[in-house]
């Protein structure tokens, strides 16, 4: 007895009788990886922002910081941030309150139409938007000046208001889910009972409901503030023609008008520095107002909520949202999918005009092939690279629980906290040959942008299921004569696996649609499908530009249908 | 006495996409007296509280008409709907619904300063309501630092700081550990002689109701069963079923043949108990474990096949023809395993040998 009784539950591997210990090896290369993929290109940023020739001098970053166009940048990178925040809660409020506690009919067809921002990246549908809006020669406003007689376009997408509005159709959803969980979630007695005491239903909606759910309501609107705060691809698409940047994009013209020069990325590092910022405020935000934690509004027997009836205003108010609805999800998607089909940008939409050819030269274009090739490769690969290591993080965080499990669970969600520009201007810091390794330019780079980025997801998931398996069915294959690794592959693995294979598409598909990253990193031969899109576009061939992104989005729906079947047969533990 | 809540012809219907129309409350009448502890009582899905949902207004009737103190709050045939804020009742709920985001003070005071009551009258009544329920001191408190129990007792402040002449309770104590429920049980009697309130109190348990109630109400799969005060209904049930619902019941299988009473399986032995009239040939007689006579010398002869000695009695196990009869005694009359013995039975209940008729209603009830 006294030979067991001082062994640490660490020490429990190595009654295995095998050489090298399994939990210490681990251990150490996820802390290794973490290091290499977070630790490294956020140093790179600050060391390159604030240091010449190994010397220390602020010279770089006053000069960066008082350029006028790089403090128009960040005012304008707030301005949109706060308008899209201030007007997506509204908007995500105003239909969380009308799915989940009002009387309107068809909430089947809205809560489909909520899932198409998700599938459809921003990028694409700021394109859309830019078809039929831009100043000169959007294709509504073409039709709107015909039809009306007007002197002018009537409305100017290549605005500020117009990347706000653009963003703001894609960030709602954000609050949207937050608030209807919560609602779905809530004791409706906490409302009964105000009603009780004499509240009308208004004064309910004031005093009990708006107060119970501000939790969910600060949430979402954070997320959404963080989102566009970082987000390039709307700001980019809209704002480029006139000469409207944000951080993130001023970030992507530094180094792209400089054509790759060192000098331009140290300028873009020092703006990552401004954007991380900017960011990071919103951030401490966020975890402050999380940490303080939701009301317990889940409680008693679960009762249908009286819902409110709306009487009279049911059907305006029902075609108002759902027009609404309707012309900011679908019209961009019907636009690319027409684009796609017409012969010459700026030919009118009808089907004499319509044809395949820029469909069948997506399989005929070299680059466009390849692009499609990369993406599939890029995100496949990352996709299960970031599962497995995932799931070994997770174990080690859960399970082994080293000391400093809590730097490893830091380190693992840094590199998605911060904006994806920021992370690509590291990348490029850490692996263009300063430190020895050099994949500019290859495939490499982009994937190791990609793990960094997307390896919490798969964390996460792994330790959501990894939470669900319980330590003792682990230990019972250790009473039943498994070794530390057999009950390991034979138990623990096997349980968790729907949860890997969900983590899988987590990244697989986010990845396939990427940007913000890829845009800063591709080389000649390793355009990514979001970036071919993306250049077509910027190279004048909308028509071909949109049929791509049709491919993106049909590839992108298969997948999300895909993911959804697998999670609903998923197996409980 | 004067009627304080009445129902009349009150139905309910659900209508679900899966299972179709429900009538979850079928033709209910009855009539609450001022003052009155009145119980609804009931399995699961009895229809007792969708009852008071009914009254306190949260769902409009499918057919029939509600009064509160005299004035007509729902009515099918006047197309009459009062909404709850207008009805003046008090309510707790099983889940205490104490609004998390207030303290215990601004959870009181809610319907008084929806009133309009000035502050000094706010004050004065939230400090009465919260010294009527102890909760003295917890003023600044929020619910979340308090217990079950107490965030109970914020609820019932929260119901009587108005002063409404109806309280509804909708199992108010399940969510409390038993001995909480005691003491809460008494308080809220308490409250309810010094307010001098109605009282509508919704549980599924017997005991709580049997205690609190002056009159109840035995539902089961929408329907009224029985509506009596606790002695009645516990001595003369009108069927198995509330017979069953209330304490523990012993059902025995006769056969009534040339004016005796057989045990099915024995034909041998007569019961001696007088026949009521009107009683088919089979019937069943239902009684008390522990209003069974166990003696040494008169009545149907039989033997003890087991014996379990428990805290408060001792339990027997008695053939009656091919049944085995549970018998409660003290622990002070005491038999032997094997033992021969007599047992009588006290004034029992006769009832039709089958319902088939509720049981197959409860089967397909439970098929759904």
């Known amino acids: 007895m006294t030979l067991y009784r001082n062994r640490k539950r660490s020490d429990l591997a190595a009654i295995d009788g095998k050489k090298f210990n399994l939990d210490l090896l681990m251990t150490g290369i996820s802390f290794i990886l973490l290091f290499i993929f977070a630790v490294i290109p956020i140093a790179m940023i600050a060391y390159n922002a604030f240091f010449y020739k190994g010397q220390f001098s602020l010279k770089l970053f006053t000069s960066v910081m008082t350029n006028k166009h790089n403090l128009a940048a960040m005012w304008n990178t707030i301005k949109i941030a706060f308008w899209v925040t201030i007007c997506g809660t509204l908007m995500g409020l105003f239909y969380a309150w009308l799915l989940g506690r009002s009387d309107i009919p068809c909430k089947g067809l809205m809560r489909a139409l909520f899932h198409i921002p998700?599938?459809?990246?921003?990028?694409?549908?700021?394109?859309?938007?830019?078809?039929?809006?831009?100043?000169?020669?959007?294709?509504?406003?073409?039709?709107?000046?015909?039809?009306?007689?007007?002197?002018?376009?009537?409305?100017?997408?290549?605005?500020?208001?117009?990347?706000?509005?653009?963003?703001?159709?894609?960030?709602?959803?954000?609050?949207?889910?937050?608030?209807?969980?919560?609602?779905?979630?809530?004791?409706?007695?906490?409302?009964?009972?105000?009603?009780?005491?004499?509240?009308?239903?208004?004064?309910?909606?004031?005093?009990?409901?708006?107060?119970?759910?501000?939790?969910?309501?600060?949430?979402?609107?954070?997320?959404?503030?963080?989102?566009?705060?970082?987000?390039?691809?709307?700001?980019?698409?809209?704002?480029?023609?006139?000469?409207?940047?944000?951080?993130?994009?001023?970030?992507?013209?530094?180094?792209?008008?400089?054509?790759?020069?060192?000098?331009?990325?140290?300028?873009?590092?020092?703006l990552s520095i401004m954007l991380i910022a900017v960011v990071g405020i919103a951030l401490i935000i966020q975890k402050k107002v999380l940490s303080s934690g939701g009301y317990d509004i889940i409680k008693g027997k679960s009762m249908r909520p009286t819902l409110i009836k709306l009487r009279g205003a049911k059907y305006p108010l029902l075609i108002i949202s759902t027009l609404t609805l309707v012309i900011i999800v679908l019209m961009p998607l019907v636009t690319i999918f027409l684009v796609a089909m017409v012969r010459a940008y700026g030919l009118p939409l009808i089907p004499k005009n319509f044809t395949f050819k820029n469909y069948s030269k997506i399989f005929t274009s070299k680059a466009t092939l390849d692009s499609i090739k990369n993406s599939l490769f890029l995100s496949v690969t990352a996709g299960l690279l970031c599962m497995f290591l995932g799931v070994m993080i997770a174990y080690v965080v859960n399970r082994i629980k080293p000391k400093g499990k809590g730097i490893l669970e830091l380190l693992s969600v840094l590199p998605y906290s911060i904006p994806g520009t920021v992370l690509a201007v590291g990348v490029i810091l850490t692996w263009s040959g300063s430190l020895g390794i050099n994949l500019y330019n290859t495939i490499w780079i982009i994937l190791v942008a990609y793990l960094a980025r997307y390896l919490s997801f798969s964390m996460e998931s792994a330790s959501a299921s990894l939470q669900q398996v319980h330590s003792s069915l682990e230990e019972a294959a250790r009473a039943c004569g498994a070794s530390h690794t057999e009950s390991l592959i034979d138990i623990t693995l096997p349980l968790i696996r729907p949860g890997m294979i969900a983590g899988f598409f987590l990244i697989f598909l986010p990845a396939m649609r990427e940007l913000t990253t890829s845009v800063l990193l591709y080389g000649p031969y390793t355009r990514t499908l979001g970036v071919q899109v993306y250049s077509l576009r910027e190279a004048g061939m909308i028509p071909q530009a949109s049929a791509l992104a049709s491919v993106a989005i049909i590839i992108i729906t298969i997948c999300n249908a895909l993911i959804t079947e697998i999670t609903k047969s998923r197996k409980g533990v | 006495m004067a009627d304080q809540v009445v129902l009349r012809h009150v139905t309910k219907q659900f209508t679900t996409r899966t299972l179709g129309t429900i009538t979850a409350v079928n033709d209910f009448n009855l009539t609450v007296y001022e003052g009155e502890c009145f119980s609804f009582l009931g399995p699961s899905g009895c229809g007792k509280t969708?009852?008071?949902?009914?009254?306190?207004?949260?769902?409009?009737?499918?057919?029939?008409?509600?009064?509160?103190?005299?004035?007509?709050?729902?009515?099918?045939?006047?197309?009459?709907?009062?909404?709850?804020?207008?009805?003046?009742?008090?309510?707790?709920?099983?889940?205490?619904?104490?609004?998390?985001?207030?303290?215990?003070?601004?959870?009181?005071?809610?319907?008084?300063?929806?009133?309009?009551?000035?502050?000094?009258?706010?004050?004065?009544?939230?400090?009465?309501?919260?010294?009527?329920?102890?909760?003295?001191?917890?003023?600044?408190?929020?619910?979340?630092?308090?217990?079950?129990?107490?965030?109970?007792?914020?609820?019932?402040?929260?119901?009587?700081?108005?002063?409404?002449?109806?309280?509804?309770?909708?199992?108010?104590?399940?969510?409390?550990?038993?001995?909480?429920?005691?003491?809460?049980?008494?308080?809220?009697?308490?409250?309810?002689?010094?307010?001098?309130?109605?009282?509508?109190?919704?549980?599924?348990?017997?005991?709580?109701?049997?205690?609190?109630?002056?009159?109840?109400?035995?539902?089961?799969?929408?329907?009224?069963?029985?509506?009596?005060?606790?002695?009645?209904?516990?001595?003369?049930?009108?069927?198995?079923?509330?017979h069953s619902f209330l304490g523990e019941s012993t059902f025995i299988n006769v056969i009534i043949q040339d004016g005796k009473v057989y045990a099915k399986g024995n034909m041998e032995q007569a019961l001696d108990i007088p026949i009521p009239p009107d009683v088919d040939r089979e019937m069943v007689i239902a009684t008390r474990p522990n209003a069974i006579e166990l003696t040494r010398n008169r009545g149907y002869k039989t033997r003890i096949e087991k014996r379990t000695f428990l805290p408060d009695i001792t339990e027997y196990l008695v053939p009656m023809g091919d049944q085995l009869l549970k018998v409660q005694t003290p622990h002070r009359i005491k038999f032997t395993q094997g033992e021969e013995c007599y047992i009588n039975l006290v004034n029992p209940m006769w009832y039709p040998a089958e319902d088939k008729e509720l049981e197959t209603e409860r089967l397909r009830r439970q098929l759904i």
């Open chain 2, 50 to 242: 969708t009852t008071l949902r009914l009254i306190a207004g949260f769902e409009d009737l499918t057919d029939g008409e509600i009064e509160l103190c005299g004035r007509l709050v729902s009515s099918k045939e006047k197309n009459l709907y009062v909404p709850p804020e207008e009805r003046g009742l008090g309510m707790v709920f099983q889940a205490f619904a104490v609004w998390p985001h207030m303290i215990v003070f601004d959870n009181v005071a809610f319907p008084l300063k929806i009133q309009g009551i000035n502050k000094h009258d706010i004050q004065k009544k939230v400090k009465e309501a919260l010294r009527n329920t102890s909760l003295d001191g917890f003023e600044s408190a929020y619910p979340s630092d308090l217990s079950g129990g107490q965030q109970q007792r914020i609820a019932l402040a929260r119901a009587i700081v108005t002063n409404p002449k109806v309280m509804l309770l909708d199992e108010p104590l399940s969510n409390l550990d038993p001995k909480l429920r005691e003491t809460m049980r008494f308080e809220i009697k308490e409250l309810q002689r010094k307010f001098n309130f109605t009282v509508i109190f919704v549980t599924h348990d017997q005991s709580e109701a049997m205690a609190i109630s002056d009159r109840m109400m035995v539902c089961d799969m929408g329907n009224i069963i029985q509506i009596d005060t606790p002695i009645n209904l516990y001595n003369r049930p009108v069927n198995r079923f509330v």
């Open chain 1, 118 to 270: 998700y599938m459809f990246p921003p990028f694409i549908g700021a394109m859309a938007w830019d078809i039929l809006f831009s100043g000169r020669g959007g294709y509504l406003n073409t039709w709107l000046m015909k039809t009306f007689n007007l002197p002018r376009a009537p409305f100017n997408i290549n605005s500020l208001g117009g990347i706000i509005f653009v963003e703001i159709s894609y960030f709602f959803p954000f609050v949207f889910m937050q608030v209807v969980s919560a609602l779905e979630r809530m004791d409706p007695t906490l409302e009964e009972s105000a009603r009780i005491a004499g509240a009308s239903q208004g004064t309910v909606i004031r005093k009990i409901t708006l107060p119970l759910v501000t939790p969910a309501i600060s949430a979402g609107a954070l997320l959404i503030l963080i989102s566009s705060l970082a987000h390039f691809g709307v700001p980019s698409i809209l704002g480029f023609s006139k000469n409207i940047y944000t951080l993130p994009t001023m970030i992507y013209a530094l180094i792209s008008r400089s054509s790759g020069s060192f000098e331009g990325i140290r300028q873009g590092a020092a």
